[in-house]
């Protein structure tokens, strides 16, 4: 049984999470909180497996509040599934930085909430395919480079565990943006990389292979994308993607994401 709390300052909201959560068989929710300092308290309490957080939230907001709850060592770490509206993507990398798992707009379906919340507590990463891209486009916008977002370039804290646990393939996110047109973008294509992008993927020690599946990671594509694209099988993919994970010493395909980014690697394909 997947244990979910649910965090948002308006009931009606709360109850309707709650009416479609609780219609599937395999999803309890467990409690119910109104703002970001009553969700660190019943998490500490009924340790939830995943929590859906609101943003906007009076008195402590849900970033702060996830920060709090995944900052925890004492925690098994639930993961946090943060619920934003068009219009919030500056929140999303503060969000990163704060260790969450997912994130999905409120203007999903019903059954898309229901998929999200079974992907977090399998253990995987989350990006809605509109939120990937509101996420790609607000970290290219801050300069990237060794000393890009957030100072030191570094991925956010791991969170839910130890970094090292990153190599596991389940944890992965589910879901990406559109791929390019192969007119406009052709697989093959490389250019030389930025001094620091190349000397970023010298020190993590990735192989050609794996540079080209990082740069197609960044772009926000799926493995199925990154398969047909680079002409191999969706396994080989996941094999290439989760060495990616553990070689950069991220716990899971959204800081992959924003360490390719915050570095500039994102900026070229197949960097060699």
């Not at 409690?31 to 340790?47: F, I, Y």
């Not at 943003?55 to 619920?83: F, K």
């Not at 990006?127 to 801050?142: K, M, P």
């Not at 192969?182 to 001094?195: E, H, L, M, N």
Request: charged letters at 25%; glycine letters at 12%.
């Amino acid at each position: 049984m997947i244990r979910v709390l649910l965090v948002d300052d308006q009931a009606l909201v709360r109850s309707g999470f709650r009416i479609i959560l609780e219609s599937e068989p395999d999803i309890e929710v467990i409690g119910e909180a109104a703002n970001g300092g009553e969700a660190v308290e019943l998490t500490a309490e009924l340790r939830p497996d995943v929590i859906c957080m609101d943003v906007e939230m009076p008195e402590m907001n849900g970033i702060e509040a996830s920060r709090r709850i995944l900052g925890d060592p004492s925690a098994e770490g639930p993961a946090v599934l943060i619920l934003t509206t068009f219009g919030h993507e500056a929140y999303l990398f503060d969000a990163l930085a704060a260790g969450v798992s997912g994130f999905l707009l409120k203007t999903s379906r019903a059954e898309q909430l229901i998929d999200a919340v079974r992907t977090l507590a399998s253990g995987q990463a989350l990006l809605g395919s509109d939120v990937t891209r509101a996420v790609i486009d607000r970290i290219s916008a801050r300069a990237p480079g060794p000393g890009g977002a957030g100072g030191s370039g570094e991925p956010g804290p791991a969170g839910r565990g130890d970094p090292g646990g990153a190599s596991d393939e389940g944890r992965r996110a589910t879901a990406g943006a559109p791929a390019a047109d192969p007119v406009t973008a052709p697989a093959k294509a490389q250019t030389q990389a930025p001094p620091e992008a190349a000397a970023a993927l010298d020190r993590a020690g990735l192989t050609e292979r794996e540079r080209e599946v990082l740069s197609l990671m960044a772009e926000g594509r799926s493995n199925a994308e990154i398969a047909s694209e680079l002409f191999l099988g969706e396994a080989t993919i996941k094999t290439h993607v989760s060495n990616v994970l553990q070689k950069l010493g991220v716990r899971d395909r959204i800081q992959a994401v924003v360490w390719a980014h915050t570095r500039g690697v994102a900026q070229s394909r197949g960097v060699v």
